[in-house]
């Protein structure tokens, strides 16, 4: 089974992601790090040079043409289920895992880190967790239609296996 971590920057996708792949056996694929090693620059100076609608196009692209084992934990750039077919690709392809945060906890977790998220523009503070909520309102559209949504208290890679048994995405 192929599951597909996604939800906003800073809510645990690779580091979540990476310990649910250790608990089990399966290989952990980043995407943004995929991307990063085809273009051979960091996403902020393809962003800087090309503008996001071409960043869009390649992150598409790269997800859906990557060698994806059966058994594996892919973790997706934040934007990647917003934009053209990819959810519904990554639906018909595996599962979809969403890690659902507050915008609060979502900006804590971004404070240090604005600077290496494009999309983010170096904010902070209250301006950031402003920005959060608002793109967070417009993204909930697309997340919420993972197939497994995950809230908080139930990040551990313990109750997700669980989750995912429960739910019969996991043998
Ligand atoms: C983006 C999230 C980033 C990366 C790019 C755009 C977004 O990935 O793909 O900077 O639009 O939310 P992370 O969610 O891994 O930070």
Redesign the pocket.
């Known amino acids: 089974m192929k599951i597909f971590m996604i939800?906003?920057?800073?809510?645990g996708?690779?580091t979540l992601g990476k310990k649910l792949a250790l608990k089990l056996g399966y290989p952990f694929i980043?995407?943004?790090k995929v991307?990063e090693s085809r273009i051979n620059m960091s996403?902020?100076e393809y962003?800087e040079k090309n503008g996001?609608n071409s960043?869009r196009e390649l992150?598409s692209s790269i997800l859906k043409t990557t060698q994806l084992p059966e058994n594996s934990i892919i973790?997706?750039?934040?934007?990647?289920p917003?934009f053209f077919d990819n959810l519904e690709w990554m639906n018909e392809n595996g599962t979809t895992v969403y890690l659902s945060l507050s915008p609060k906890a979502l900006a804590k977790r971004l404070e240090s880190?604005t600077d290496?998220?494009?999309?983010?523009q170096n904010l902070k503070g209250e301006k950031l967790e402003l920005f959060i909520a608002d793109?967070l309102l417009e993204?909930e559209k697309c997340y919420k239609q993972a197939e497994l949504i995950v809230k908080g208290v139930d990040q551990t890679p313990e109750r997700i296996i669980e989750l995912l048994r429960t739910e019969d995405h996991l043998k």
């Open positions: 939800g906003f920057m800073g809510c996708k690779s980043d995407i943004d991307i996403i902020r962003f996001e960043f992150e973790a997706t750039g934040g934007g990647a917003c880190a290496q998220r494009p999309v983010l793109k993204r």
